[in-house]
């Protein structure tokens, strides 16, 4: 995919009005990125809010797509309120929400292994309560503790009272709270049969103007162990597009993916055959990566509230 | 390395009188790994004890190869003892020791660039210590606890309430208090420029007749975040060996490596050019892998008291 993608020598569409209405003219949904995109950490682009408006009052449908698990839909929501851009729950995607419909509607377990060990935060938890997975892990102080000697010899076992005999997936998301403990139940869990899941695999974490240790970090020492990959369910897994277009129906050569990382968000457009995919340089990737790299995205702006041009 | 070991053809010694006393003849030295060779988890292997003393009867050195971490020299003779096999501090080489050495003894660190940001327990700490090289991390209950808001901040901002500007080395070893702080703390050292060691790179660590997260499920996540590995200074890579040589100055044709896993002992052994290795069948490593595996050793026993039946 990544050679095909090569073909394409992308459309430079700042400042080009009759460009930037025909390209527009072609999608009725737009995914978005966020993060590099919409925003940059606390900073809101200017633009964003009026950009998002045009769309809409186009009849275009947004979706928001974020690989952060940590967040619930509703989390995120509010998220995107406490910068000023208005959203609702149904338009956005994120990686929490992704697996939670993977497991409830696509993964067919056995009706005793249903249950999902969790590694990560609230979001997570959040949404598998709204898609009736039952869990456990996550949050609970009961896994935020030292490993015992005991802990040893009863996981080895397969004790009972530490190894729940109906958990039949492992769910590894971003966990503030990643400890020896939890790594080893995860561990054990998966050489015992459970589906080795992901909510997504970037290494890193923005933050703060820097990185700082991502979801990918925490199914690190996982994949060494087991030398095994998950099945991860974030960009640019086709996973998450799948759940996508399960949830909103779209026709992929009337959508649009826009993106700041051609690797992830641009691979993710192409990957999943959409009828377009756009960079912005307000991120990661540079106009160099998108005119000339593996994988190129079919148009690329300045910054997204370019698209304010065509008006 | 591993090709040419491919055209050894393994001698059986087993049962094999003048075989074994052919064999033993041609060595001074005898680097042993310990689990699975002497013991397995806290079982010792009958007439360990007596092959042990018959080497040593018999003029040989004997060097206990350990790429535990977590225990120091004295904590480890210790447990020999506790095994009941007889042993000195000298005897012991460990991966935390030979870490030690290494940073002190070959690592050409700038005069302000000379702390070491430990990730690891106990043994570590001791051996930096008998080797006067400062380090900060470890065990100190500091670092045990959970990522704030204001640490982001301040590690991306390298504010030196949290950032040590000393530090010149990142040292990875087993951690059973691993947590996201340390792990950040890890990754933002390497990218300052500290210099990336790990204790061992073994994924798991046996234990329980089961296998849990080791040493190198710390490094994991640094790895996948730094897209770059550590120099590791356990089994099998050859720092390890330099400094066993550094410390007992052996004549390396006149040393044999005895070991049960033929992808990290007898490749320890075969990649240091040492004059033999013995294969024991009381470990990982089964006849087929030593007869017919890509690192094959010069010869093997079902069990290492064999080595009595030279008498």
């Known amino acids: 995919m990544a050679q095909e993608a090569s073909q394409i020598t992308p459309r430079y569409l700042t400042?080009?009005?009759?460009?930037?209405?025909?390209?527009?003219?072609?999608?009725?949904?737009?995914?978005?990125?966020?993060?590099?995109?919409?925003?940059?950490?606390?900073?809101?682009?200017?633009g964003t809010v009026e950009t998002l408006?045009?769309?809409?009052?186009?009849?275009?449908?947004?979706?928001?797509?974020?690989?952060?698990?940590?967040?619930?839909?509703?989390?995120?929501?509010?998220?995107?309120?406490?910068?000023?851009?208005?959203?609702t729950v149904e338009e956005i995607f994120s990686s929490s929400y992704s697996s939670s419909i993977y497991i409830s509607r696509i993964l067919q377990l056995p009706e005793n292994?249903?249950?999902?060990?969790?590694?990560?935060?609230?979001?997570?938890?959040?949404?598998?309560?709204?898609?009736?997975?039952?869990?456990?892990?996550?949050t609970d102080p009961a896994y935020r503790r030292d490993v015992t000697p005991d802990d040893y010899k009863k996981i080895a076992a397969g004790d009972e009272?530490?190894?729940?005999?109906?958990?039949?997936?492992?769910l590894v998301g971003l966990d503030f709270h990643m400890n020896y403990l939890k790594m080893a139940?995860?561990?054990?869990?998966?050489?015992?049969g459970a589906v080795f899941l992901a909510t997504n695999i970037d290494s890193t974490l923005p933050s703060s103007g820097s990185l700082f240790p991502g979801a990918g970090s925490m199914s690190a020492p996982l994949i060494m162990m087991l030398n095994k990959e998950p099945?991860?369910?974030?960009?640019?897994?086709?996973?998450?597009?799948?759940s996508i277009e399960g949830k909103?129906?779209?026709?992929?050569?009337?959508?649009?993916?826009?993106?700041?990382?051609?690797?992830?968000?641009?691979?993710?457009?192409?990957?999943?055959?959409l009828g377009g995919t756009l960079g912005v340089l307000t991120g990661v990737s540079s106009k160099e990566d998108?005119?000339?790299?593996?994988?190129?995205?079919?148009?690329?702006?300045?910054?997204?509230?370019?698209?304010?041009?065509?008006?």
């Open 248 to 273: 909103f129906k779209f026709d992929r050569s009337r959508a649009c993916m826009v993106g700041d990382r051609a690797n992830t968000d641009i691979r993710f457009g192409l990957e999943g055959k």
């Open 53 to 87: 408006e045009l769309l809409r009052n186009n009849g275009k449908q947004v979706v928001f797509v974020t690989n952060n698990s940590t967040k619930s839909r509703a989390d995120y929501r509010k998220k995107l309120e406490s910068l000023g851009i208005p959203s």
């Open 290 to 311: 998108f005119v000339s790299g593996d994988v190129r995205p079919h148009a690329y702006l300045d910054k997204l509230s370019d698209l304010l041009g065509s008006e």
């Open 231 to 242: 099945i991860a369910l974030g960009k640019p897994s086709q996973a998450m597009m799948d």
């Open 185 to 192: 139940l995860a561990y054990h869990y998966i050489r015992r």
């Open 161 to 170: 009272s530490i190894i729940d005999p109906e958990v039949g997936v492992v």
């Open 15 to 46: 400042g080009d009005k009759a460009g930037l209405q025909e390209f527009l003219a072609k999608f009725d949904v737009f995914l978005f990125d966020c993060d590099g995109v919409l925003w940059s950490g606390d900073h809101l682009f200017p």
């Open 113 to 138: 292994k249903r249950k999902v060990y969790v590694i990560g935060e609230t979001g997570i938890e959040q949404e598998l309560r709204s898609e009736n997975v039952p869990f456990i892990g996550g």
